[in-house]
């Protein structure tokens, strides 16, 4: 590319401007890389539920709303269906209102539904042994330096005991690590008995919260889906069957929709910037109107220029913005650990540098456009008489 | 460059043909009628100067002699071709390969060496990298300055950098050298210089000049001055 000196001295003839812009573009995508995954996971939420193998049953109308015991038994005995339990959310807290910790209450066999949970089995045996007993994950233990045979106290945001006390006593007896394929901010998990938990609590009405169903074969999630649903229709506790990675965004839009409110931000931002950097490029070019005049008396052409000038806006954007999304990709890690899992950011993947490549090249060439037609259409001689 | 040398020997054509050449302006309704019907021929291996009060339509002649103008009417050729018929990338390709350019404020490109100035035509040609390199070093070294090389403009004097904007517009080896007003902006002893490289590139290289000035004694160094008044030629070919 022999022309890139000249784009590239384009841009260092003034090195403060530039770099200020580029500052600006790099900070717009290192937001981009830091919340473009979380956009995605909370937008996309896709209504397939093909190809997996484990789908989660929640009441159509509610997450809040349970769901009667019975059709447990019911689940387990639609064909295809391997496996099913359920769970209530617990709403823990630990000695202070923030710190939140991921709590439910489980049926038996909920922990066999997810093979990526590595407990040892004689844990595992003393969990089921154990009424008040809890297993939690690594990090979560970790992180309030939790052990093996620890009496923990949790309170309750919802739910009150029997007795009007919102501190449910537990003992740790089990701490699992997260496997392979494990979902996001799994090893923060807080699992205790939902025997227990019903027992004891105020106002349950025995309902259980939600129900988790593996499967025989994941081509049969469609067919296995509906037959769930089936059971339910037209009575009040008709159920919603949806792939987990659904249901997550679903529970999460209980809080606000958050791929909306990311989108907008990133939006607001990308607006932003388009407006500085076309900005920059604007002046960029009236100044140079003189210089690119004699590129074009040298015999550059009027699309030889327009190049140039687009050239330059895009080169712009694209140091920018891979700065800008590597830096995120080194950020991100840091910053789920150092939140102690609060901030669950997922990785930049190459989907997302994909994307994000190719909003530089969009922007670049945007915000260069109008600048470089006029460089294109600039009347050689009046702009060398400065006219 | 002795290509030029060849052709002034083989070809008695005027390199440049006008004929009744006339130029307008329109400025809204206001019609500016800038060059009436002008006629000349500059034969190959001529030094012209052209002279004239300020506003009498030099610089605007020269444009169109280096193709960077079209006439409003008339015909313009230059070595055969009539660039007044062409269109705007046709006169940009032909400017490429048969036109240098020189002005009274240098213009160089203020961000790139004198080196990078000095390539800069040749890349719009097939010339490899190091071809570039050489061919910048050796219209550098015409010029006096390869010790500059790597300076920036704003690292010259005045002198200098038109010297390196001589060397940019020898550098592809065109017929045709057009300046406006070469030396305007510069010293005595600078412009002694940029008008002693001038008359050697005419007589040593065979370049064809046409040159824009206000100083009787630049214009000693041409071999014909041509005085132009109100858009029209008042004294035609004077030998000096
Ligand atoms: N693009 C244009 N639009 C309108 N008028 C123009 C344009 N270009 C030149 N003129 C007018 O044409 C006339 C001749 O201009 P030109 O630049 O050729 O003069 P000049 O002889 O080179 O003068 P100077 O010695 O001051 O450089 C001037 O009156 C100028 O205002
Ligand atoms: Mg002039």
Redesign the interface.
Known sequence: MKYFHLIWAALMRRKTRTIFTMLSVLAAFLLFGLLNSVRVAFTSGSKSVAGVDRLVVTSRYSIIQGLPQSLQAQIANIPGVKLVDHANWFGGIYQDPKNFVLSFSVGPHYLDLFPEIELPDAQRKAFDADRTGAVVGEALAERYHWKIGDKIPLQSTIFPQKNGDKTWPFEIVGIFKEGKNGANGLDQVFFFHWKYFDEANAFNGHDVGWYVLRLDDPKQADRVAHAVDALSANSDHETRTQTESAFNASFAKQIGDIGLIVGAIMAAVFFTLILLTGNTMAQAVRERIPELAVLKTLGFTGRGVLALVLGESVLLLLIGGVIGMALAAVVAPGVSKGSGGMVQLPPVGAGNWLQGIIVMLVIGVLVGLLPAMRAMRLRIVDALAGR | MNAAVEAVQNNNQPLVQIRNLSKVYERGKQKLEVLHHIDLDIARGDFFALMGPSGSGK??LL?MI?G??SPTDGSLSVDGKRIDKMG??QL??W???NVG?V?QFY?L????SAQ?NVE??L??TRLS?AQRRKNASIALQLVGLSDRASHKPSELSGGQQQRVAIA?AIVSDPTLLVCDEPTGDLDRQSAEEVLTLLQRLNREHGKTIVMVTHDPKAAEYASHTLHLDKGTLVEQQRVV
């Open positions: 610089t605007t444009n280096g960077l103008d705007e990338g940009a390709r400017r490429a390969g350019f002005f213009n490109m203020p961000a790139l990078k800069l035509p890349l719009l990298g940019r």
